[in-house]
C-alpha cells in the first residue's frame, strides 16, 4: 500500500493550496480518506485530523479551525484524494499528513498512511 501526498510548499498568508494524495494497492473505494497534521517542534501535540470523506464522497466532515476555507474531495476512478485549502494562515503550518481508515468486520481498523507533505504559510 503507498499512498503519496504531493502540492506542499511555502505560501503567503491568505493564499491556497491544492494538496493530493495519490493511493496504490488498496481498494481505495472502501476506504474512509482523511487528511491530518501535525506541527513539528510541538512536543506533545497530536497529530490533528483535519477533514475526512466517506467511501463514496458524499460525506464530508472538518475540524473546526479549517471549516469555511478547505475542501476534501475524492476521486475513486483516479485513487486521489484532495485537500483544497483557502485563506491559509500562519497557524495552517505545518506537516500534512494523508490517511486511508478502514473498520474490519471484527472491529478492528485498518491504517495507511503517507509520507507527508510540508505547508508554510508565511505572515
Known amino acids: 500500500v503507498r499512498l503519496v501526498e504531493s502540492g506542499g510548499g511555502l505560501v503567503q498568508s491568505g493564499g491556497s493550496l491544492r494538496l493530493s494524495c495519490a493511493a496504490s494497492?488498496?481498494?481505495?473505494?472502501?476506504?474512509?480518506m482523511n487528511w491530518y497534521r501535525q506541527t513539528p517542534g510541538a512536543p506533545g501535540k497530536e497529530r490533528e485530523l483535519?477533514?475526512?470523506?466517506?467511501?463514496?464522497?458524499?460525506?464530508?466532515n472538518y475540524a473546526d479551525s479549517v471549516k469555511g476555507r478547505f475542501t476534501i474531495s475524492r476521486d475513486n476512478a483516479k485513487n486521489m484524494v484532495y485537500l483544497q485549502m483557502n485563506s491559509l494562515t500562519p497557524e495552517d503550518t505545518a506537516v500534512y499528513y494523508c490517511?486511508?481508515?478502514?473498520?474490519?468486520?471484527?472491529?478492528?481498523?485498518?491504517?495507511?498512511w503517507g509520507q507527508g507533505t510540508q505547508v508554510t504559510v508565511s505572515s
Open positions: 494497492g488498496l481498494p481505495f473505494n472502501t476506504y474512509t
Open positions: 483535519v477533514a475526512s470523506i466517506g467511501t463514496g464522497g458524499y460525506t464530508t
Open positions: 490517511n486511508a481508515d478502514q473498520l474490519t468486520d471484527v472491529g478492528g481498523r485498518i491504517w495507511y
